[in-house]
């Protein structure tokens, strides 16, 4: 530890889903869903590309809420206040899936973490704005969730450190990802979210429950200059 992440690509989708259903998905991890306005929750879907890292090459995919612990003041603005340092930063995300490509990095997940991995092939193409990524479904080799799409009008941002929280052998996990390297923040153009109406996989079925099927997302950011440091987490009391 840490996981150096030194020359990636990432693309990542956020949404505004309903309150209700996103705090079901996390009600049991003692973890609060953060409104944001329009009193909606923010769902992000990333697909990263990973070329070199301390665990080999791999591809990712992450849905992820935020959140914060219960009994936790949530800030008046919680997506200013994630710009703040990650110290400071009380509001997070809670993984709910978390697809890898290789067993390396599932078992790495599962057992320091307690992230909710599996092993499944993932396709990952961005060239320019267009974006084309796919998860294939491990039981039924079909698509199970598909992101892809042209992006529109954007502006250079860069990408802001995040904090993660999990469950791991019944205590939560407060983890830090300190993030470096520019990206393009745009307009959702093309890019839509289409879900398998048939599969039975749970993250299938979370995608569908949250109403991600066909979903437009609010924003989008991608970049191929991705960097991360993916430290140990601590345990709150």
């Not at 990712?60 to 612990?69: K, L």
């Not at 993250?203 to 200059?225: E, F, I, W, Y």
Request: glycine share 8%; charged share 15%.
């Amino acid at each position: 530890m840490p996981i150096l992440y030194c020359n990636d690509s990432i693309m990542m989708a956020l949404f505004r889903v309903d309150f209700d259903k996103a705090q079901a998905l996390v009600a049991d991890q003692g973890l609060q869903a953060v409104r944001i306005f329009g009193g909606k929750a923010l769902v992000a879907m990333a697909f990263y590309q990973y070329r070199e890292t301390s665990i080999a090459d791999y591809n990712e995919v992450g849905v992820a809420i935020a959140t914060v612990p219960n009994g936790t003041k949530v800030p008046m603005f919680p997506l200013l206040s994630m710009m703040n340092a990650l110290d400071k930063a009380p509001v997070g995300f809670c993984v709910i899936d978390l697809p890898v490509t290789t067993p390396a990095a599932c078992a790495a997940g599962r057992e320091i973490w307690g992230y909710p991995k599996f092993v499944t092939p993932i396709g990952f193409s961005l060239k320019g704005n267009e974006f084309d990524g796919v998860v294939t479904d491990p039981a039924t080799r079909k698509d199970l969730v598909r992101l892809s799409g042209k992006a529109g009008i954007g502006v250079p941002d860069p990408l802001l450190d995040i904090v993660l929280y999990s469950r791991h052998n019944g205590n939560m996990l407060r983890t830090l990802v300190n993030t470096r390297g520019g990206a393009q923040t745009c307009l959702p153009g093309s890019l839509r979210v289409t879900v398998s109406e048939d599969s039975q996989h749970p993250m299938a079925q979370r995608l569908r429950a949250l109403g991600l099927h066909n979903a437009k997302p609010t924003l989008v950011s991608h970049s191929h200059a991705l960097q991360l440091r993916l430290n140990a987490g601590a345990i709150l009391p």
